[in-house]
């Protein structure tokens, strides 16, 4: 079983930056893959940006096109910690963002192949 929790959103101004942190506890998941996705007010959850396990210490990043260059994540497996570093804001990115954990290692962009995810963090972002 693994728990997350999220921190770090917060109320910012366009062209701001956030970092969004997500505690993995549990057990060790380094070979999880662990993504970021968001749900804006009367949106579905949406897909923002994956961490896919590749064996080893190595994994490949995957963005949301409306994301891609501004947003970046990471992770410190020894902290059992996942990171959005969240660039050049927009009033568009404001959603509550959840971190997501799949046991598998694949970092997919389909919520349903999560098993693990944590209750969200507010990001608003003002013009």
């Known amino acids: 079983q693994v728990q997350l929790v999220e921190s770090g959103g917060g109320l910012v101004q366009a062209g701001d930056s956030l970092r969004l942190s997500c505690a993995a506890s549990g057990r060790t998941f380094s070979s999880y893959g662990a993504g970021w996705f968001r749900q804006a007010p009367g949106k579905e959850r949406e897909f923002v940006a994956a961490?896919?396990?590749?064996?080893?210490?190595?994994?490949?990043?995957d963005y949301a096109d409306s994301v891609k260059g501004r947003f970046t994540i990471s992770r410190d497996n020894a902290k059992n910690m996942v990171y959005l570093r969240m660039n050049s804001l927009r009033p568009e990115d404001t959603a509550v963002y959840h971190c997501a954990a799949d046991a598998s290692g694949g970092g997919s962009r389909e919520q349903r192949r999560y098993g693990y995810w944590g209750q969200g963090t507010q990001v608003t972002v003002s013009s």
């Open positions: 961490l896919r396990w590749s064996g080893g210490s190595i994994y490949y990043t």
